[in-house]
């Protein structure tokens, strides 16, 4: 079953018949789509990082009300990901964060609202790390990256992403979501066909100590932070949400909403684009 991708498909002839372009950038990783929207507001460029296994067309919906307030807006499939295309080599978390890297540096000509869920989050504070002077500002749900310090935590956190039958794609969706969506039984065969992906599973086998961000390393960012962390998120544990309560700086803001799980753009996308409309408005 491709559900997922012919979503993918589908998604993208939406978006170029709303004038949306779609193009792919060559990066030393491997080739990248990303959707290109001209908007007609003078906020800074937003860009959407989207997490593991997932694609640039889960940000969809949001797209069109951005567009009413920034200048630009783009949205990057990761290497392996959605419409781009393998990498060229085995990807692994530090490659993974050159592609995007990469198309970042070469695509912006402003500084600008970087928006990531889960992994995407992960990349998008990585990158305000080393590129400060090109991040306006950072809005992250259930951002990636805190380290799990406990070995069975760490170890029942890292199984979670092993996902080998329907009955665990299932299973997944329940921890994904507050509410598992009517469409879960669905795309089930697909969630196991695409954690089975080899560009998936190089970012998986791949994280090492190092990977992880450490203790004060993030104190030093400047620019404004907003995370969102839904209170029914079960991928990642509650201690990577402590993390960054205490290493992110003292201006970040953190929203825990209710009946909201790890993907707030899939299960309110209203809610979830008021809260990049507001920090768009912050980093302006």
């Given at each position: 079953m491709v559900l997922l991708s012919v979503l993918d498909h589908?998604?993208?002839?939406?978006?170029?018949?709303?004038?949306?372009e779609s193009r792919f950038v060559e990066t030393p990783v491997g080739r990248v789509h990303?959707?290109?929207?001209?908007?007609?507001g003078a906020a800074p460029p937003v860009v959407?990082?989207?997490?593991?296994?997932?694609?640039?067309?889960?940000f969809a919906p949001t797209l069109a009300r951005l567009r009413?307030?920034?200048?630009?807006?783009?949205?990057?499939?990761?290497?392996?990901h959605g419409l781009s295309s393998p990498p060229w080599m085995t990807l692994g978390p530090e490659r993974l964060f050159e592609s995007l890297a990469y198309v970042l540096d070469h695509e912006l000509d402003a500084k600008a609202l970087v928006v990531g869920n889960s992994l995407g989050g992960a990349m998008a504070l990585r990158y305000a790390q080393r590129r400060p002077e090109r991040?306006?500002?950072?809005?992250?749900?259930?951002?990636?990256?805190?380290?799990?310090?406990?070995?069975e935590e760490r170890e029942r956190f890292l199984r979670g992403f092993v996902i080998e039958s329907v009955r665990d794609a299932r299973d997944f969706l329940g921890r994904l979501n507050h509410a598992v969506p009517w469409y879960g039984p669905l795309v089930a065969p697909d969630i196991v066909r695409i954690f089975k992906n080899p560009s998936v599973r190089s970012i998986l086998d791949g994280l090492e100590p190092q990977?992880?961000?450490?203790p004060g390393e993030?104190?030093?960012?400047?620019?404004?932070?907003?995370?969102i962390w839904g209170k029914s998120d079960r991928v990642i544990p509650?201690?990577?949400?402590?993390?960054?309560?205490?290493?992110?700086?003292?201006?970040t803001v953190f929203l825990e909403p209710e009946g909201i799980g790890h993907s707030p753009h899939t299960e309110d996308p209203k809610a979830f684009a008021d809260f990049v409309l507001g920090a768009l408005e912050r980093a302006s």
């Open positions: 589908v998604t993208r002839a939406m978006l170029v018949r709303r004038g949306v990303v959707y290109d929207a001209r908007g007609e959407f990082l989207h997490g593991i296994a997932a694609s640039s067309a889960v009413k307030k920034s200048r630009r807006v783009l949205a990057v499939d990761a290497p392996g991040v306006a500002g950072l809005a992250l749900t259930s951002p990636g990256g805190a380290p799990v310090e406990d070995p990977h992880f961000f450490a993030l104190a030093s960012l400047a620019m404004p932070i907003h995370v509650p201690c990577c949400l402590g993390f960054f309560k205490k290493n992110l700086p003292p201006h």
